[in-house]
């Protein structure tokens, strides 16, 4: 690693995760460069980034470590910057196909309602309650990764999610560890639903109880709870056509539009730890973006 990214990786404060990105976007510009990126010209910087790719949202990322490196080192990125507006508007026209063709693809609210109703009556509990969330939680992937727990008292590491199934038949839903925590905070949620606490139950008996700890929802047979790298796939295999979590959120926040209601927008909003204009612009399927 040279001294010109040692140097800026340090000042920053970013996750590993986001370390790990940049770096390999570094790598891609200075491998292509004969001067480091803070001495190169915009010009050489932009004809390589050109090179590299033709995918909008990658010509983005790498414009955006560039223009991040120079301002570090105070280089001039007044190019850079016009250029990667320029590619906004790209990014902006792509998404608008993409969701295009989505709106005829995708199934709409209700058929994942149905869907959600029919894992309950095949007692499918664990697919029930991943999917149940996911349309009325709108969470992300990461946000699924919790442990099914008999108290509140026992949610008690703050680096984790817990589904608490609380006497009376409420129960809270408490997300530490999800991707835009830094912003808006832990969350937690208490709700009442009659089918959701039996499924719950239903799926601790299924694992043997909590005698041994708490009941992981993404787990292997054994409760182990499954690796990270393995959520996204684990999660598809159980939703209706193999459709992301994101997917859903288009459906949900497209389905709020539908019918009109903002404050339900604000609740989407507040539940997936998403701003609304975030959600209108990378979630709305019919929004006009450009």
Same mark, same amino acid.
């Given at each position: 690693?040279?001294?010109?990214?040692?140097?800026?990786?340090?000042?920053?404060?970013?996750?590993?995760?986001?370390?790990?990105?940049?770096?390999?976007?570094?790598?891609?510009?200075?491998?292509?460069?004969?001067?480091?990126?803070?001495?190169?010209?915009?010009?050489?910087?932009?004809?390589?980034?050109?090179?590299?790719?033709?995918?909008?949202?990658?010509?983005?990322?790498?414009?955006?470590?560039?223009?991040?490196?120079?301002?570090?080192?105070?280089?001039?990125?007044?190019?850079?910057? #016009?250029?990667?507006?320029?590619?906004?508007?790209?990014?902006?026209?792509?998404?608008?196909?993409?969701?295009?063709?989505?709106?005829? #693809?995708?199934?709409?609210?209700?058929?994942?309602?149905?869907?959600?109703?029919?894992?309950?009556?095949?007692?499918?509990?664990?697919?029930?309650?991943?999917?149940?969330?996911?349309?009325?939680?709108?969470?992300?992937?990461?946000?699924?990764?919790?442990?099914?727990?008999?108290?509140?008292?026992?949610? #008690?590491?703050?680096?984790?999610?817990?589904?608490?199934?609380?006497?009376?038949?409420?129960?809270?839903?408490?997300?530490?560890?999800?991707?835009?925590?830094?912003?808006?905070?832990?969350?937690?949620?208490?709700?009442?639903?009659?089918?959701?606490?039996?499924?719950?139950?239903?799926?601790?008996?299924?694992?043997?109880?909590?005698?041994?700890?708490?009941?992981?929802?993404?787990?292997?047979?054994?409760?182990?709870?499954?690796?990270?790298?393995?959520?996204?796939?684990?999660?598809?295999?159980?939703?209706?056509?193999?459709?992301?979590?994101?997917?859903? #959120?288009?459906?949900?926040?497209?389905?709020?539009?539908?019918?009109?209601?903002?404050?339900?927008?604000?609740?989407?909003?507040?539940?997936?730890?998403?701003?609304?204009?975030?959600?209108?612009?990378?979630?709305?399927?019919?929004?006009?973006?450009?």
């Amino acid at each position: 690693m040279d001294d010109e990214w040692t140097d800026y990786i340090e000042g920053q404060k970013v996750s590993p995760k986001t370390v790990k990105a940049y770096t390999i976007s570094y790598n891609k510009l200075i491998d292509g460069l004969d001067k480091s990126l803070s001495k190169s010209t915009q010009r050489d910087i932009l004809e390589l980034i050109d090179e590299l790719t033709n995918v909008p949202n990658t010509a983005s990322s790498l414009m955006n470590v560039a223009i991040q490196v120079r301002r570090f080192y105070d280089a001039s990125v007044d190019k850079l910057v #016009n250029a990667r507006e320029r590619m906004k508007i790209k990014i902006d026209e792509r998404r608008d196909i993409i969701n295009k063709g989505k709106l005829k #693809n995708l199934p709409s609210f209700q058929d994942l309602k149905r869907h959600i109703n029919n894992l309950y009556s095949e007692q499918k509990y664990r697919d029930f309650l991943i999917n149940w969330l996911l349309l009325n939680y709108n969470t992300r992937n990461q946000d699924l990764q919790l442990s099914i727990v008999p108290s509140k008292k026992e949610a #008690n590491d703050l680096t984790k999610n817990y589904l608490v199934l609380r006497p009376a038949g409420t129960m809270m839903y408490i997300r530490n560890n999800y991707k835009t925590v830094s912003t808006y905070g832990p969350k937690s949620f208490t709700f009442k639903n009659a089918k959701v606490m039996r499924a719950a139950k239903a799926f601790v008996e299924e694992k043997g109880g909590f005698e041994n700890g708490p009941i992981h929802l993404l787990s292997t047979g054994a409760n182990k709870q499954i690796d990270d790298s393995s959520i996204q796939k684990f999660i598809r295999n159980r939703t209706l056509n193999g459709i992301s979590e994101g997917d859903v #959120n288009k459906i949900v926040v497209s389905m709020v539009d539908n019918i009109g209601d903002f404050n339900l927008l604000k609740t989407v909003s507040a539940r997936r730890g998403t701003s609304i204009e975030n959600l209108i612009t990378q979630y709305h399927l019919k929004f006009p973006l450009v």
